[in-house]
């Protein structure tokens, strides 16, 4: 499965870059893997019993004018080789290599409470200083954690948050007892 997400993901950055719209294309790759990663439309698209065609009309209906041709292509395609799993994770290695090609990456903080506008740009220039590259910030709100945020880049996890501060805490009382 890896390497069918390679392929259509450097397909798609193919197509970006030969009509050079490889930004106007990341912001809509974006605007997809979002909107169609919600679960309610996940399940949709997964349900074995919705025939391709009521697939399609999703697509017409939801992104026609609004995304690039080959994109939509891209998504009949996913429905017409029955490979409605991988559109996310195609999408999502697409943004991160044309992300990587721009000189720029993505960065998801998750946080106990939703954050004010200041805090955000706060953590977007740590990263964008920590990374030596422009950093794009998406947030997330998870009410389970107790408090505190982490921050998923490049593969990498972040952790400030409570859990984790009472982990560490835990591991050096333990340390300091043997």
Do not use: C, W
Request: net charge negative; charged share 25%; proline share 4%.
């Amino acid at each position: 499965m890896a390497g069918l997400k390679e392929h259509y993901a450097t397909k798609l950055l193919e197509l970006s870059e030969k009509g050079n719209i490889l930004e106007k294309d990341l912001e809509q790759a974006v605007l997809l893997r979002d909107t169609l990663g919600e679960p309610k439309v996940q399940a949709f698209l997964r349900d074995p019993h919705i025939l391709a065609p009521v697939k399609h009309q999703l697509f017409t209906d939801s992104f026609s004018g609004n995304i690039s041709e080959h994109l939509i292509k891209f998504l009949y395609l996913m429905i017409h080789e029955n490979q409605e799993s991988l559109i996310i994770p195609v999408l999502t290695e697409y943004i991160e290599r044309a992300n990587r090609r721009l000189g720029k990456t993505e960065a998801k903080v998750v946080a106990a409470f939703p954050l004010t506008k200041e805090q955000t740009e706060s953590i977007g220039n740590v990263l964008t200083k920590k990374l030596d590259m422009p950093v794009d910030i998406s947030v997330t709100v998870d009410p389970e954690l107790i408090g505190g945020f982490y921050v998923l880049v490049d593969g990498h996890i972040f952790d400030g948050t409570v859990k984790s501060s009472f982990n560490n805490m835990k591991r050096t009382l333990k340390e300091r007892k043997l």
